[in-house]
């Protein structure tokens, strides 16, 4: 079973920044759009930035500008650096294929809070 491990969260105060990491274990991750998602209680999760294998990229609205997603093929990791964080980022971020039908289930996330 494909294991998603996210980390790199924290409490951080508006405008710093954060660096997000997520270690997959598919084996065919090389291959795979994978996105960082993000889901506040009571709310749906949300793709927030994705990355193809030809490095074509996605970002919502809410974020563009500020975060950059990344991968490493080789180590089957994806980052996520976000800039200029606002409160409005706070939230349990994920990451995982785009495709729904890729999907791994999900890992335990890791937790972003923006506050002052």
């Known amino acids: 079973q494909v294991q998603l491990v996210e980390s790199g969260g924290g409490l951080v105060q508006p405008g710093e920044s954060l660096r997000l990491s997520c270690a997959s274990s598919?084996?065919?991750?090389?291959?795979?759009?994978m996105g960082w998602f993000r889901q506040v209680p009571g709310e749906q999760r949300e793709l927030v930035a994705s990355l193809g294998s030809g490095g074509t990229t996605y970002y919502a609205d809410s974020v563009k500008g500020r975060f950059t997603i990344s991968r490493d093929d080789a180590k089957k990791m994806v980052f996520l650096q976000m800039n200029n964080l606002k409160p409005e980022d706070t939230a349990v971020y994920y990451c995982?294929?785009?495709?729904?039908?890729?999907?791994?289930?999900w890992g335990r996330g890791t937790q972003v809070t923006v506050s002052s």
């Open positions: 598919e084996r065919f991750f090389s291959t795979y759009t």
């Open positions: 995982n294929a785009v495709a729904v039908d890729l999907r791994a289930s």
